[in-house]
């Protein structure tokens, strides 16, 4: 957006100049950190004066910037300088307001080229006064225009998806989780974290030195959480396995062992927990920036899967997507190009998988493909490249065509995009949670909740 400053000769007493702004609770955040003031008031979920309900108050010198918005974006405008400001407070704004910013010049100084300009902020809606004042500032004596697009743009590394899923998680019945050698902080931290927000409500199998070890690291008491000796790591996963079958156990968590090791007992045929489908693994990440989960798979289980692998991969996170709230999950196939091309197989799988989707051989959401990285997430990447779909641009769920790609792309928005991660085994009879050694609390944590909305819709056949 181009912006022209008035110059001071341009002025007259009686212009006037206005700018509109949502609030949002972003805004309040990024100004915490920038203002350093945390007070709890302006912060979107705490709650500040102990009534039990988050106020999420702006701050008041948040409103007033929004009148220096105007004097330097505007009227004046660039090359603006403040001399003074006064300010007066008449009622307060919150997170979802919408408030127009206005000023009008009243005086007009050649001498120093100075200017005074009553100042006032109201909500949209009921015209609500919010501030009152008068600000005396140096106007420009240059023409001058810029860019606003010119200014870098900031991304809050706030979680809000996660935080959603935990929101509707909390209140279901706890699962009852076979956690396999929670034998080290991080693995035992997340599932004890999962049982104080009532996610899970954990079973503990491993060695009890080690367990105990990790708790006293933690400074967590282990009272009343059942734990099952055995210090063999096979055996640990045969014996939640065996949990599972005996109906004492809803879920499987990893903890401090190897994912084949986890894994194996689960896919015996006999004695494991296959339920007709192959077994894939999905990743639903929190993006900061992003408007909507993103689901990744296959990230760790199915090395070059082929069509038919494929297939039960799209359906699996097509059912999470589903469970999670998405209503019609749209999946994007990715490849390298966005047109089906012989010589890259990717391609042909995801216009089969395409195809198989529109007769109804994939239910439940909208699959379209092949589809690069940018035209399936990025509408205006999409509509550069002509792409008219309902998927493209809008993809939640991305399939990548092998898992190289799909741990490659899942790490780079975990360690480079800030991404959180919740990690899920899909295809067996029971949700099997399975983190990353390397992964903190909050994305053990987000797993639980992702492993619980999951149950709850399979039994109840809704989303939570």
Do not use: W
């Amino acid at each position: 957006m181009k912006i022209e400053n008035r110059t001071f000769d341009e002025l007259e007493v009686g212009a006037t100049s206005e700018l509109r702004r949502l609030i949002t609770a972003d805004d309040l955040l990024v100004f915490a950190n920038v203002s350093g003031n945390h007070n709890p008031m302006h912060i979107f979920d705490a709650d500040g004066d102990g009534d039990g309900r988050p106020e999420a108050v702006a701050p008041a010198m948040f409103i007033g910037a929004l009148i220096s918005a105007v004097l330097g974006n505007v009227l004046p405008g660039a090359g603006t300088l403040y001399r003074a400001q006064s300010l007066v407070f008449h009622g307060r704004a919150h997170a979802g307001d919408e408030l127009v910013s206005r000023v009008t010049v009243t005086d007009l100084n050649a001498r120093d080229h100075t200017a005074t300009l009553a100042c006032e902020v109201r909500r949209i809606g009921d015209d609500a006064l919010i501030l009152s004042g008068m600000a005396e500032v140096e106007a420009p004596v240059h023409k001058l225009e810029y860019d606003s697009h010119d200014l870098p743009g900031l991304i809050v590394q706030r979680h809000r998806h996660f935080e959603k899923f935990l929101r509707a998680a909390e209140p279901l019945p706890a699962l009852v989780t076979a956690v396999v050698c929670p034998e080290e902080p991080h693995s035992l931290g997340g599932a004890l974290r999962g049982r104080k927000h009532t996610l899970i409500e954990p079973i503990l199998i491993g060695d009890p030195a080690l367990i105990a070890a990790a708790a006293d690291a933690l400074g967590e008491s282990l009272e009343g959480i059942e734990i099952i000796p055995i210090l063999s790591h096979r055996d640990a996963a045969y014996k939640a396995v065996e949990l599972v079958n005996a109906g004492r156990a809803q879920a499987i968590m990893k903890g401090h062992l190897h994912t084949d090791q986890l894994l194996r007992p689960a896919l015996e045929r006999e004695t494991g927990l296959r339920a007709g489908r192959r077994f894939t693994h999905a990743f639903v990440m929190d993006v900061p920036g992003q408007p909507h989960p993103i689901i990744i798979t296959d990230a760790a289980i199915n090395i070059a899967p082929d069509l038919k692998t494929k297939v039960d991969i799209v359906q699996n996170a097509i059912d999470l997507a589903l469970s999670l709230g998405i209503e019609l999950p749209k999946v994007g196939i990715l490849s390298a190009v966005e047109t089906v091309s012989f010589d890259i197989p990717s391609s042909m799988d995801a216009a089969l998988l395409s195809k198989m989707a529109e007769r109804g051989q994939i239910t439940g959401g909208l699959v379209d493909g092949p589809l690069a990285m940018d035209n399936a997430i990025d509408l205006a990447a999409a509509r550069t490249k002509g792409l008219h779909s309902e998927v493209a641009g809008r993809a939640e769920i991305l399939v990548a065509p092998n898992l190289d790609a799909g741990n490659m792309l899942a790490k780079q928005l975990t360690y480079v995009s800030h991404a959180e991660a919740a990690g899920l085994v899909l295809g067996a009879r029971v949700p099997i949670i399975l983190n990353s050694r390397a992964d903190d609390d909050m994305s053990r944590l987000a797993s639980c909740a992702v492993a619980a909305l999951h149950h709850h819709a399979r039994i109840t056949g809704q989303a939570a």
